[in-house]
């Protein structure tokens, strides 16, 4: 099978589960996790820059390099692939509507969506990715190398637009940290957005204590935000479901390539970016975290290397989960999860809303980064309790259910029959 020539007529098997696929999903879920927390549990700024909330000390700058290096958006990206590569897999399987069921499948996952954007988190990656599956039909004939092409000129083009400002951002950073006398209005309204801002720690924090329906009242109040939050994650979004659409199209995530083949893709795209990202982190680390350059880096600069990140964990798993992992439990227990996807990524909001939330324990900026990294151990560890019990007994999460049963405008069996 030719890694770029392969058409729709030489897919993957739609019609079986793939163990190791379904790991990945669970990786996935399980690496949103550790950045989810830091924006539940601290002002927005804390989430690109230590500096903006506590972080002051080597282990919470160091706690910050390496999510940044390791984390933030490579297993958000990954999530997305899997989303592409899903619904390659469902457009691939034989129904008398594909295209129908797949639209009313989006606006099912928007209506869910919205919900947990009003409700638990306003930071919902769902409603982005409802929005950019309804073009991913537009690509279903596609060869591999036009997926890859239009996803990495989705990247290149989105990169060339936030660059055009973050050069200006940098430009004036460099005059300023050179000591010419420049405007200080650029630097303190990156530094109220992205640095340390007491006026914005204390804003937060009183959202905060709101009781759950003034919080849900703000968000609906905050819908042009939200629209244009969704809006700028799409190109991104985008790109990486079509890549997710091509590796399941040439048969990396179906399984079907070897252990070594798949390391070495692997490695191509480790080394390609963590260079690079490491390079980032020093630069930001060095600049004392200025907001410029925090915000250049972590939003601009990392985004293609956050991507191809993801790749590699993508063909590391696959090759592992396929091969030497492929009987032991640990990946029986991701598959479960990642089988789960939509009610764990759901639930995981919930106990984190429950734990930071002024309606429920209230931790809101009451801890550390290192603190709130412990926390993530709550959800994994519960995640990877619950969904393979879950399974046994029903055919989906409770929030697939819901998915499907909205889908089809009727509830779907639940239950799993005896002996099934």
Known sequence: MSD??????????????????DALRGVA???IIPMNVIAFSMPAAAYINPRAFGGHDLGETLLWAISFVLVE????????????????????????HPL??????????????????????????????????????????????????VSGALVA????????????????WQQRAGGALVDPAPWQVAEAAYGFNPDAITAAIQRNDAGLW????????QAEQQLRFVAAS?????????????????????????????????????????????????????????????????????????????????????????SSLKEHRSTMLLAAAGRMALTNYLSTSLIFAVMFAGWGLGLFAEVSRG??????????????????????????GPAEWLWRSLADLKPRALRREAGS
């Open 4 to 21: 770029h020539g392969t058409a729709l007529t030489s897919t993957p098997s739609a019609n079986r589960r793939i163990a190791a696929l």
């Open 29 to 31: 879920i399980i690496g």
């Open 73 to 96: 958006d490579k297993f958000r990206a990954l999530f997305a692939m899997m989303f592409g590569a899903g619904v390659a897999i469902l457009l691939d399987k034989r129904s008398a």
């Open 100 to 149: 129908r069921d797949h639209f009313a499948r989006m606006a099912a996952l928007l209506v869910i969506a919205v919900a947990h954007a009003v409700f638990l988190a306003n930071n919902d990656v769902l409603r982005s990715y409802a929005v950019a599956g309804l073009l991913l039909p537009l690509a279903l004939r596609w060869r591999v190398r036009t997926l890859l092409l």
């Open 157 to 172: 083009g989105q990169l060339a637009v936030s660059g055009w400002y973050a050069w200006d951002w940098l430009a004036y």
């Open 214 to 221: 003034e919080r849900v009242t703000l968000r609906l109040s």
């Open 234 to 322: 799409l190109p991104s979004a985008l790109a990486a479901m079509l890549l997710g659409m091509a590796f399941w199209r040439c048969g990396l995530l179906a399984g079907q390539w070897e252990a070594r083949r798949a390391m070495r893709l692997g490695l191509i795209c480790a080394s390609a970016s963590l260079p690079v990202l490491m390079a980032l982190a020093g630069w930001t680390m060095n600049s004392g975290f200025d907001p410029i350059v925090t915000a250049a880096n972590v939003l601009v600069w990392s985004a293609p290397f956050d991507l191809a990140l993801g790749v590699a964990y993508a063909a590391f798993a696959m090759a592992l989960f396929g």
């Open 371 to 396: 603190q709130a990294l412990l926390l993530c151990l709550v959800p994994t560890a519960a995640i990877l309790a619950w969904s393979a019990p879950w399974l046994r007994h029903f055919r989906m």
